[in-house]
């Protein structure tokens, strides 16, 4: 421990801002970039807040007998804008982005999780309750499966 502090010490101050308070936007795909940047842009926008993306990317693989799919998951939940404490969230969630080939899709969501159930990876989507035909604070959730090239779920068409 005493080694980093004296690494950490020697580094100049701008060095060490640029380490831990870097707001630079990483994403795998251009969409998943896309998102970002609006979601800075909105920050930005607001009493010049600066926004941070957290840990809000992630690749995924979804799959079932019927095939196999790289996706990128981009969870708003995940970022914080200096100048609004509730920017990318509501009482109903998050905003949940999932990038499939150039797709994007996207769910307003309490969470996420990626299950495995015997061959298949599926995608299961926090939700609030009222997409279930519920009242908002009731649990429900959704869950999307890659199948012969598309998502399937039986979700809720109210979206």
Same mark, same amino acid.
């Given at each position: =421990? +005493?080694?980093? +502090?004296?690494? $950490?010490?020697?580094?100049?101050?701008?060095?060490?801002?640029? =380490?831990?308070?870097?707001?630079?936007?990483?994403?795998?795909? +251009?969409?998943?970039? #896309?998102?970002?940047?609006?979601?800075?842009?909105?920050? +930005?926008? $607001?009493?010049?807040?600066?926004?941070? #993306?957290?840990?809000?990317?992630?690749?995924?693989?979804?799959?079932? #007998? $019927?095939?196999?799919?790289?996706?990128?998951?981009?969870?708003?939940?995940?970022?914080?804008?200096?100048?609004?404490?509730? =920017?990318?969230?509501?009482?109903?969630?998050? =905003?949940?982005?999932?990038?499939?080939?150039?797709?994007?899709?996207?769910? #307003?969501?309490?969470?996420?999780?990626?299950?495995?159930? !015997?061959?298949?990876?599926?995608?299961?989507? !926090?939700?609030?309750?009222?997409?279930?035909?519920?009242? !908002?604070?009731?649990?429900?959730? @959704?869950?999307?499966?890659?199948?012969?090239?598309?998502?399937?779920?039986?979700?809720?068409?109210? @979206?």
């Amino acid at each position: =421990m +005493k080694r980093a +502090k004296s690494l $950490f010490a020697a580094l100049p101050a701008s060095m060490l801002a640029a =380490m831990f308070y870097a707001t630079t936007v990483f994403a795998a795909s +251009k969409e998943a970039q #896309q998102i970002i940047e609006r979601a800075a842009a909105d920050c +930005k926008d $607001f009493e010049n807040g600066e926004f941070d #993306q957290g840990d809000a990317v992630t690749e995924i693989e979804l799959r079932s #007998q $019927f095939g196999t799919a790289k996706a990128e998951l981009v969870d708003e939940s995940q970022y914080s804008c200096s100048s609004a404490a509730s =920017m990318y969230c509501g009482t109903g969630g998050c =905003m949940l982005n999932l990038i499939v080939d150039g797709e994007t899709m996207s769910w #307003q969501a309490t969470g996420w999780r990626l299950i495995d159930w !015997g061959p298949d990876r599926i995608l299961l989507i !926090g939700r609030d309750g009222g997409w279930c035909g519920g009242a !908002g604070a009731e649990v429900c959730y @959704e869950a999307l499966v890659w199948s012969n090239g598309k998502i399937l779920t039986v979700g809720s068409s109210q @979206e």
